[in-house]
């Protein structure tokens, strides 16, 4: 196995990062948007380090003890809401989460991440680095892309989408809304952070308009940036594999036919849990994190994916195992019950 990792090394010249993180929490704390609010308004799913909390400000690389993701260096936090089934009498279960089989590495088994996401840091393209200096975010920065307040086609962005999963390796046939049709190995969300950056603020009053987005999502070529925001920064992208098997005898799309015009002829039972089973409000939300200039020293080098470091193999990034990775957790903050079969989505209807 070794020597394919070398040649890979040696015949390419882009940069990007793949990385896992495994679960650090579940829970209804929003540190970004909802500061101090305990519980904040509905259930996210959160990966990377320990130092998430219903507060945070700061630099957050230098706070907590350590992180679930590969990368050991990256404190970050990222989070989405949390998807449940309901059932059709009534009840909501949340849905588990598998981890992406493509990121293992030699006695490392992807199989053994818990949960998480895989995060993305990539540059021009999914297979190339392109020609542009990639400026890292600076400590303190953060931002969300989607709303959760989108409810038409209309309100969807480029690169917030789903994949009906076929089997877990299936990619690409992208959807702004949820799939109608029962997908035999899960639903794929996929998030695309905007990348152009005002070059000055690390935060803004909605979280998002210091960040201008010209991706195209799919990991295509992007658009320039513009003058407002000229300062070009890595492309973080989130995939996340909902795994909706458990749940495939418990409904047929034809139980739910809601009888609109949209040619779906059955609702589909899946909800993100602020309560949106079209899925066009899916967001996202980051708290850069990473020590130092770890980040900036990856970007600035010509490493890729397993060859800028894989659980338990070094390169450009330290890294850590895939065991180190899952025993780092946060306790809940807020005393509730997320998981199991629940009456209401926790948070609805609205306290
Ligand atoms: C999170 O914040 C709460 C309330 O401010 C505090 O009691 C708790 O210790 C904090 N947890 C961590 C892991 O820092
Ligand atoms: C709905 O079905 C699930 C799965 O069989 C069950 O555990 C749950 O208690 C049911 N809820 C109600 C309200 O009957
Ligand atoms: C990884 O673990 C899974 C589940 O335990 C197992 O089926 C698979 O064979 C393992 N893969 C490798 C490469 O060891
Ligand atoms: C779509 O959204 C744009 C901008 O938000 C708005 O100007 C336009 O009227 C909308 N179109 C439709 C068909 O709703
Ligand atoms: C998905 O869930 C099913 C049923 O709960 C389980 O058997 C299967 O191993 C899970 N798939 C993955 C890829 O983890
Ligand atoms: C919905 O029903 C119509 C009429 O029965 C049928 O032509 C169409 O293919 C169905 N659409 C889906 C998505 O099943
Ligand atoms: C990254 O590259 C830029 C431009 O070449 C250089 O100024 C900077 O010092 C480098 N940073 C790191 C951490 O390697």
Redesign the pocket.
Known sequence: MKWSVLLLQAGLSQAALRFGCSSVSIQRLDPLVEPGNIPSSHVHQIVGGNAFNATMTGDIGEKGSCTTCAYSEDFSNYWTAAMYFKHKNGSYHRVPIFPNAQLGYEGQNASDIKGGMTVYYTQESFDSNGAQ?ITAFPPGFRMTVGNPGVTSLNGTRPGLRYTCLQTILTRGSETPDLPSRPCPAGIMAIHHFPACWDGKNVDSPDHQSHMFSTTKGGFRVADPCPASHPIRTPQVAYETLWNTTAFADMWRPEDNDDDDDDGNNGSQPFVWSYNDAKGYGTHADYVFGWKG?SL??A??DSCMFHGCGSPGMQGVLKTQTVAEMNACAVKSTVDEEVEGWLDELPGYPME
């Open positions: 200096h200039d900036q020293r970007m600035n």
